[in-house]
């Protein structure tokens, strides 16, 4: 039996999220009234931002684990999120120990990573049930693969000329419209069948 069949990890990132909100609005509250905006108050403020950004990224993965769904790329999806969030507060709280180049091009590697699967997750939760919708959720895959290779790229190899650029900005923007127009769509076939 699966442990996400008594806990709900959506509703777990769904109240982590808020609460974070709560206690940045908390101590960004106390920092402007009564704080100096000392080292410590605005690493915790960061740390409570993270966590709540890491909220955020890992529900597609947490949603698909939950409805028991491409459960591989989920786990992966939390994992590299989680990772993520880890390495961000080894930067927040290890200061300058943790600043050279490799380290920090691995920290945007994995970021990209878990934003990628965590994006193509959350295009799958749509259930297309025309054949159109199901190309343009795979095109829309397919493109958010294509844009985190062509960053990736560009992070490691540190340069990018104009020509890839103006394909990945291309990209972005198809990417942006598969994002938006694949939920409408499905739900307007949904309500015509």
Excluded at 69 to 88: D, E, N, Q
């Amino acid at each position: 039996m699966s442990i996400f069949k008594h806990i709900k990890p959506t509703r777990i990132a769904l109240i982590t999220l808020v609460s974070c909100l709560v206690a940045s609005a908390v101590i960004g509250i106390t920092i402007v009234l009564i704080g100096d905006f000392g080292d410590v108050q605005i690493k915790i403020l960061a740390t409570v931002g993270v966590l709540a950004g890491l909220s955020i990224i890992s529900l597609p993965s947490l949603f698909n684990l939950e409805k028991s769904r491409y459960k591989l790329i989920a786990i992966l999806g939390f994992l590299t999120s989680i990772s993520f969030f880890v390495l961000i507060l080894l930067i927040i709280w290890g200061g300058q120990n943790f600043g050279n180049e490799i380290f920090g091009k691995s920290i945007f590697t994995n970021g990209i990573i878990a934003f990628a699967i965590n994006h193509i997750l959350l295009i799958f939760i749509v259930q297309p049930k025309r054949k159109i919708l199901w190309i343009c959720q795979k095109a829309t895959t397919l493109i958010i693969c294509a844009v985190a290779l062509l960053i990736l790229a560009g992070i490691w190899t540190e340069d990018m000329p104009e020509t890839i650029f103006r394909i990945l900005v291309t990209l972005a923007i198809l990417d942006v419209l598969g994002t938006i127009s694949l939920p409408i769509l499905s739900r307007i076939n949904s309500k015509n069948a």
